[in-house]
């Protein structure tokens, strides 16, 4: 298991941090920023499915370079509930892992442990 995680300017800007729980489990939380906040008083949908997209890429060794190791080919984000609270928890899993494509699951829940979203990701290798 790479203790490693991606170093991304975007994922700065988020202010995320990270936990590693398995090699097949992580947990990305992201603060509250007014910058965040939509018109209807929740956190933006973008901010939601860019926070699945970085849990469920850093479930991934890098490479030897440092880089993230794959990208995402499919992502589908089903919102349950509008997102209100101090921050969100990306709490992402690997379901399968192949030769070229892996499955990923990530459920995003408020700070009140409510369960705002649910992302499924299919993520490719790079060559």
Known sequence: MNPKFMDNPFDEFLNCTY???????IKVTVP??????????VFHGGIICSLADIAMCNLFELDENGQQSVVTVDLKTTFMKGARGDYLIGDAYLVKKGRTLNHTDCYIYNSAEEL???????LANRE
């Open 19 to 25: 936990e590693r729980v398995t090699a097949e489990h």
């Open 32 to 41: 509250v920023q007014p910058l965040f906040i939509n018109s209807a008083g």
């Open 116 to 122: 705002v979203a649910k992302v499924t990701g299919i």
